[in-house]
């Protein structure tokens, strides 16, 4: 999705002074992420990042693959569930991807093929994670 | 670091017309990570998003060691390369983490072994992805 295949990211202590743990994130493209230990408002935690990118990936391809399909879709969003162990390193035991999808006379098979593209084939961040944790996928065709 | 140990988190498509793939993550303490399929000023990629984590994860860890070891911290910078195959699915095949910490009598050994700590046991996203990656780290130490 848009990246070089070889890349350098700044990630830069922002509050020096302790007990702050405040990061910027600084891409090439002038994007920046704040990161934190503690998820505030202003900054989510790592982990959450990670969710977030699962999540952004595998929507990124259904809605494309969706919209190869001629699917009108009016509405869309990808909700993680997520378990963690409780001991460190605190990795994630079981993920579930539940893709809600909205729109005008959905093809289910349509849905259920992107979904399966996108684990199988087109997800980097899914692809990256499976190797340490199960991941499932579901979704529910809600009406326009 | 900082979170539950199960959670829901939300990733909802923000532009519904083709060919846009704008998502935002909402995360239950308000914090928004929005992602899009290329990476803009105002958008990163899923895959840029699971570099940050992994930057910001162990730069969490290694700065709070380090304050634990009294070391004397005044500027730290993650650098982390990543090296992608080009086929789908486009996942990592090699990342180098750098740390570049600067401070006054900084010992090398108590960064050493701060840095080790993360990798081995405290950074939740460095285990999360030498599930299928290679990971290696090395510092540098710089003058105040």
Redesign the interface.
């Known amino acids: 999705?848009?990246?070089q295949?070889?890349?350098?990211?700044?990630?830069?202590?922002e509050t020096?002074e302790?007990?702050g743990?405040r990061?910027v994130?600084r891409?090439?493209?002038?994007?920046r992420?704040p990161?934190?230990?503690?998820?505030?408002?202003?900054?989510?935690?790592?982990?959450?990042?990670?969710?977030?990118?699962?999540?952004?990936?595998t929507?990124?391809d259904v809605?494309?693959l969706l919209?190869k399909k001629r699917q009108v879709?009016?509405?869309?969003?990808?909700?993680?569930?997520?378990?963690?162990?409780?001991e460190?390193?605190?990795?994630?035991t079981r993920i579930e991807i539940v893709h809600r999808v909205r729109g005008r006379d959905l093809d289910p098979h349509a849905v259920a093929e992107s979904i399966r593209l996108s684990d199988t084939?087109?997800?980097?961040?899914?692809?990256?994670?499976e190797?340490?944790?199960p991941i499932t996928s579901r979704f529910e065709i809600l009406p326009d």
Do not use: N, W
């Not at 295949?5 to 700044?10: A, C, P």
């Not at 879709?73 to 409780?86: A, D, F, H, M, P």
């Not at 460190?88 to 994630?92: G, K, V």
């Open positions: 999705v848009g990246d295949v070889r890349r350098q990211t700044h990630v830069v202590l020096v302790a007990p743990s990061f994130v891409f090439d493209s002038g994007a992420i990161l934190d230990g503690r998820s505030s408002p202003e900054a989510a935690t790592p982990v959450e990042a990670v969710i977030a990118a699962l999540g952004g990936c929507g990124i809605i494309s919209r879709v009016t509405g869309y969003e990808v909700v993680v569930e997520s378990e963690r162990r409780e460190h390193p605190r990795i994630f084939k087109y997800c980097s961040v899914h692809a990256m994670l190797a340490g944790v």
